[in-house]
């Protein structure tokens, strides 16, 4: 959980085109389209559809009011790549007996077949990285009981991390360790780290990340916190299994000196698979959480991080909408989804390495404190959903993508977001479209090389509630107690020649998934 939180950026994705806005034509470029000045209704669309291909239409019909357009202009080679393994989850040390088990026999199932719902194929996991404000405030001890464990507060013994391991080998997720750089004990960070090493059959471990929000007690030292990082690279090079095993940090806060990030890709840069750092929207209402303002501050700290690292791959990996456990009636409402799709897809099409969402649960400890932002929580072995787990599952099929070229078209007053990618083994194209306005629905209709002229499907999120509805779903499906959850898309012909239209309600997400047709 980060203690500091505000905005951070990129470019815009408003549908900007990626790679500033070229279109160069690579091997499986898909040809362009002209935009269509649209109308509103479904029926409306054939019309204007019908009159830009020369039929004539009715001499005194008064058009609607324009609606949203979204015209896929070309999917250059070049494109920029989500990663395959872009999707995370950042989850406190102190959920681990609870949400993953205390044995490697006692793995929790119900999460296994929860992380396997975010997966676009089996085994083809993300990363969890394990850490947070109780990285720093836990300790390696390997035959203690847990017992006298706090919120963020406790003792890491041998079977938290076997079920750990067990958990991330069945799902297929990496695994990223966080450890306890704060105490200054790099005995038991070794300790920590050899054991993890010895249990980890399949190769999960992705890196061991030394520390969490290191400013909180170096500041901007960086002189100060790469010799600390040193004394503990150098004991776990002193160790015959820990020696060279992968680093990441600077895990840093919101707005934390970006200098360490560079100090420590100097220092270590070629033994890092990435450079981690912490991001949170921190607005304490709907409408300002869905505000430009924190778009950009978002594309802005995106763009800082990435001169910081000086061409590094760097991961979010831990943020949310708002600090210290987020806000009822913001963070676990579903206008929460559409931020979270915003803003995870805003930065695959800027190039960032990974996105971690941040999860905690403080019901089962002494404290009880709630956690509104957490995506999901685990308790007594089964799975139970906010909001914004239905933005990670929309987004599972994410990475592996490549962006598009598109042009999207708004009226005045519009609030939708779209982005376009396609999948460079089948060219199947994925259309995300998100409706961040709170008060009015939105038509938005799809132009599209004449080859995708077929059959497509789409997949909402939907709430009776609305934007501050907290019973959301896709197509109507909710995630189960036993943590395995799929839904139906629905089935959307085209209204004409390469051309579909959805309806947006007020802060819904969706997916327009279309085929290539032979």
Known sequence: ?????EGLASRSCRQEPPNGGRNPVGPVEVGSVALTRLLRRRTAVVAALAIAAGVAGGAHAAPAPPAATIAVTGCPADGVQVPTD????????SMVPGWFGTSAAGAVQPMVRLLDSLEPAPGEGGVLRIGGNSQDLHVWRPDAPLTGNRLFEGVINRGMVDALLAVAEKSGWKVV???NLRDNKPAEAVGLTRY?????RTHRLLAVELGNEPTVYFGSDATSYIARLYSYVRALDADPVTRNVPIAGPSLSNRADLGLMTSLR???GERMPFLAWHHYA????VTRLLGEDVSKEWRDRLEAVRRAAEGAPTRMDEGNSVGSGGLNRVSNVMAASAWQVDATITGAAAGLAGYHAHAWDGMPFPERRESWYTPFVVRGGLTYPRPTYYALALLRDLPGKRFCNAVTTVPLGDRVNSWTLVDPVTSKLYVYAVNKGETAASDVTVTTPLQYAGAATVSRIGDPGG???KQSSIEGSRLPTQGAFTWTPTPLDPVAAS???LDLEPCQAALLEIPLVE
């Open 177 to 179: 360790l966080g450890l």
């Open 467 to 469: 934007c501050g509805g």
């Open 86 to 93: 872009y999707l995370g989850l950042s989850i406190e040390w």
């Open 499 to 501: 051309a579909y239209s």
């Open 196 to 200: 993890a090493l010895s249990r980890d």
């Open 1 to 5: 959980m980060s203690s500091a939180s």
């Open 282 to 285: 921190n607005r304490p209402t």
């Open 266 to 268: 100097t220092s270590y």
